[in-house]
C-alpha cells in the first residue's frame, strides 16, 4: 500500500487554500482564559495524527503550537524507528516536548509529562496561541486533561483498571482520527518495510553499535518497536547476521505496530465510553485510495478528513 501522506504531500494544494480561507477562524486569538482551550488529535499509529495536525496549523489555526503526547517521542534519538515527524514535515509549526530528553539520563512518565506539557500550555496561551496536544500515548493524554490525576491508578492496562475520570482541567476538543482495522493494518506492514530501507535498520545498528541501548534497556527508549525485536540480530555475538533473525524481527515488528494500533484504539474507546467527548473522524477512505492508485487521495483526505476537523475546531472555539 502507498503511503497516502507522501501522496498528499506532493499534490499542489492550490486549490484547497482558497477553501481555506473560507473556513479560517476568527476566534483563535481569544485572550489567555483560566481554562484554557485544547485540541487533542488522537488516533492509532499511522493513522495520519501528524499530518492533520500541521494542516491545521499551517492553513486553518495559524497561531496553533504542537506538543507532542507519543511517550517515545519525547526522547532524542531513533527518530525514523519512533516515527518522528520530521523537520520539513513539521513546516515550520512550532512542536514541543518532541526528542527533547535524554533517553539516557530521563525517563518521562505520565505525571512529568502533566507537569511538562502544562507548562507548555500555558506558555502557548500566554502568547494567545492554540496549543495541540498530538500523540498515539493515551496514559500520557489521560494524566495531562484529567482534573484530578492519580499516578497510583491506571485506567487502562492490568487485571483491574482504575475508573476514568471525565472531570477534565481544560476545555478539550477531543478528535480521534479512525481508520477501519484491516486497512491500517495492511499500511502498517507496509510502512514497516518502507522505515526498515530508509534509514531505520542503520540507526538501528548505531544505537546497539554504540552501546546506548545498553544504557536505556530496560526504560523509555530500549522499549520502542523495533529494538527488543531486533536485539538478537544486532547484538549476536559471532558476527554472523543471520536473515532469518532478521525475518523474524521484522515480522515480529509488524505484528507488534499492530498490537500497538489495536491497544491504542481500545484505550481509546475506553475514554469514550467513560464519558469523553471524543469527535471520531473516519480516515479509512484515504487509505483505501491510497492503496488503489491514488489519484484523488489528497481531495479525499481534505474533505474527509481535514475539513470536519477544521469545522468541529472552529465550532469548539467559537463556544
Ligand atoms: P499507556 O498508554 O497506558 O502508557 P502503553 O505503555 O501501552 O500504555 P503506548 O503509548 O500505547 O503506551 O505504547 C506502548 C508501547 O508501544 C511502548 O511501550 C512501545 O513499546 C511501543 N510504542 C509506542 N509508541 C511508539 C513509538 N512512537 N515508536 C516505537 N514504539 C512505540
Not at 271 to 287: P, S, Y
Not at 298 to 304: G, L, N, T, V, Y
Request: charged share 25%; proline share 4%; hydrophobic share 35%.
Amino acid at each position: 500500500m502507498r503511503s497516502p501522506f507522501l501522496l498528499i504531500s506532493s499534490f499542489h494544494h492550490h486549490r484547497f487554500n482558497l477553501f481555506a480561507v473560507r473556513l479560517r477562524s476568527t476566534t483563535t486569538h481569544a485572550a489567555p482564559s483560566r481554562h484554557p482551550k485544547l485540541i487533542v488529535i488522537m488516533g492509532a499509529t499511522g493513522a495520519g495524527k501528524s499530518r492533520l495536525s500541521v494542516d491545521l496549523a499551517t492553513r486553518f489555526f495559524t497561531n496553533s503550537e504542537i506538543i507532542n503526547s507519543d511517550k517515545m517521542q519525547v526522547y532524542r534519538g531513533l527518530d525514523i524507528t519512533t516515527n518522528k515527524i520530521t523537520t520539513q514535515e513539521q513546516q515550520g509549526v512550532p512542536h514541543h516536548l518532541l526528542g527533547v530528553f535524554d533517553p539516557i539520563q530521563s525517563v518521562v512518565n505520565p505525571l512529568d509529562f502533566r507537569t511538562l506539557a502544562s507548562k507548555r500550555i500555558s506558555d502557548i496561551t500566554s502568547r494567545r496561541g492554540l496549543p495541540l496536544v498530538v500523540g498515539g500515548s493515551n496514559s500520557f493524554i489521560y494524566s495531562l486533561v484529567s482534573k484530578r490525576f492519580n499516578p497510583k491508578s491506571d485506567v487502562f492496562n492490568g487485571p483491574d483498571p482504575g475508573p476514568i475520570r471525565s472531570e477534565l482541567r481544560f476545555k478539550c476538543c477531543f478528535i480521534w482520527v479512525d481508520v477501519c482495522v484491516r486497512v491500517l493494518n495492511q499500511y502498517l506492514s507496509k510502512r514497516v518495510d518502507e522505515m526498515l530501507n530508509s534509514g531505520m535498520v542503520d540507526e538501528l545498528a548505531e544505537f546497539f553499535g554504540s552501546g546506548e541501548y545498553l544504557k536505556v534497556k530496560r526504560s523509555g527508549l530500549g522499549q520502542a518497536i523495533g529494538v527488543p525485536e531486533l536485539e538478537g540480530y544486532f547484538t549476536n555475538v559471532d558476527g554472523a547476521k543471520s536473515e532469518e533473525v532478521y525475518d523474524e524481527g521484522v515480522r515480529r515488528i509488524k505484528e507488534n505496530t499492530c498490537e500497538l494500533a489495536k491497544r491504542q484504539v481500545g484505550k481509546i474507546l475506553r475514554l469514550k465510553e467513560g464519558g469523553w467527548d471524543l469527535k471520531r473522524i473516519d480516515a479509512t477512505e484515504v487509505f483505501r485510495t491510497a492503496d488503489s492508485g491514488g489519484g484523488r487521495v489528497a481531495e479525499i483526505w481534505e474533505k474527509q478528513v481535514v475539513e470536519p476537523s477544521v469545522k468541529i475546531v472552529n465550532q469548539f472555539l467559537e463556544e
